[in-house]
T-cell receptor, first 115, second 110 residues
Framework: EAEVAQSPRYKITEKSQAVAFWCDPI?????LYWYRQILGQGPELLVQ????????DSQLPKDRFSAERLKGVDSTLKIQPAELGDSAMYLC?????????????FGPGTRLTVL | QKEVEQNSGPLSVPEGAIASLNCTYS??????FFWYRQYSGKSPELIMS????GDKEDGRFTAQLNKASQYVSLLIRDSQPSDSATYLC??????????FGAGTRLFVKA
């Protein structure tokens, strides 16, 4: 069964360090999403790609976060420098296309702890 | 601010009972709605999607949508302890952005 892959599964870092997360969507899925989920809350969209283009990054803290999907397949989300408040689960999801009736499928997530 | 609202729970039901989970949304332009199940420490898993007014059934799960009342619900029949999880309601706005609720925690007592 096709799945979204993410790595690492867990990351512990100290504040002010740089961290990077990787995501490989389900084959053929043109739309890729990065979400952040804080304990007790629902996922919050950070950035949405359609192929290699960013279509929504309105909630991405651009002073420290960056995301890319250079070849329109896998993607990297980077935080530099990490802050204590960045501790959360970072989820990647993909869907066939960023249109209506758009079912998204999630990867296992990366649990980030910033010390 | 477009929102999806859910009662955080916990909702506790005995094994074999029907669990009813509810969700309201603010964006009248929303057309698509989704229910995800999330076990503790895991990522969300899609259970149901619904796009039209009325009921949609899939096994023990029934999703209900009422666009006039801006209301979505999920019924779980014959609840099992393995159904204990957080259930996330999500709505797709008119701009194709998906907004998630905070989730309802469900406990099914054996």
């Amino acid at each position: 069964e096709a799945e979204v892959a993410q790595s690492p599964r867990y990351k512990i870092t100290e504040k002010s360090q740089a961290v990077a997360f990787w995501c490989d969507p389900i084959s053929g899925h043109a739309t890729l999403y990065w979400y952040r989920q804080i304990l007790g809350q629902g996922p919050e969209l950070l950035v949405q790609f359609q192929d290699e283009s960013v279509v929504d990054d309105s909630q991405l803290p651009k002073d420290r976060f960056s995301a890319e999907r250079l070849k329109g397949v896998d993607s990297t989300l980077k935080i530099q420098p990490a802050e204590l408040g960045d501790s959360a689960m970072y989820l990647c999801a993909s869907s066939l296309a960023g249109r209506s009736y758009n079912e998204q499928f999630f990867g296992p997530g990366t649990r980030l702890t910033v010390l | 601010q477009k929102e999806v609202e859910q009662n955080s729970g916990p909702l506790s039901v005995p094994e074999g009972a029907i669990a009813s989970l509810n969700c309201t949304y603010s964006d009248r332009g929303s057309q698509s709605f989704f229910w995800y199940r999330q076990y503790s420490g895991k990522s969300p898993e899609l259970i149901m999607s619904i796009y039209s007014n009325g009921d949609k059934e899939d096994g023990r799960f029934t999703a209900q949508l009422n666009k006039a009342s801006q209301y979505v619900s999920l019924l779980i029949r014959d609840s099992q302890p393995s159904d204990s999880a957080t259930y996330l309601c999500a709505g797709e706005t008119g701009g194709f952005k998906t907004i998630f609720g905070a989730g309802t925690r469900l406990f099914v007592k054996a």
